[in-house]
């Protein structure tokens, strides 16, 4: 469990610049499948956005800990594993124990429809299942995670 793996260089811009959208892109619990939130993580670097990934088998506290060091904005959580409402869940807890609940949280994975509602009345901000384009994630992204100018 090492350092996040920063997939773009760089920091907030200067006050004369927008700044980046900043996202941490996680793989909680014991799932060992990451090749979805690599993806992901890619995606988002090449729309320009500013992406962390936290690597594999990361507990909801070591999460948010990045989240909140990165000054993120959002975080996107990657669950395969069946553990997603446990999950985001905690993160979300975590997020709001920490005055932290500015940060969007969204996620994707194997996750049954049954379970999205649920998942939003605890904090998750949009859910996409598999099938979903990296454009319709990019995109998301851009419309709901707010960014400022310095």
Known sequence: MGAPD???PGTR???DMAERIRVVVAKPGLDGHDRGAKVVARALRDAGMEVVYTGLH???EQIVATAIQEDAD???LSVLSGAHMTLFKRVSELLAERGADDI???GGGIIPESDIAELRELGVAHIFTPGATTAS???WVRANVATSVS
């Open 74 to 76: 959002a975080v996107g």
């Open 13 to 15: 811009k200067g006050a």
């Open 104 to 106: 969007v949280l969204f």
């Open 58 to 60: 990361q507990t909801p």
């Open 6 to 8: 920063r997939v773009t």
């Open 137 to 139: 994630i990019v995109d």
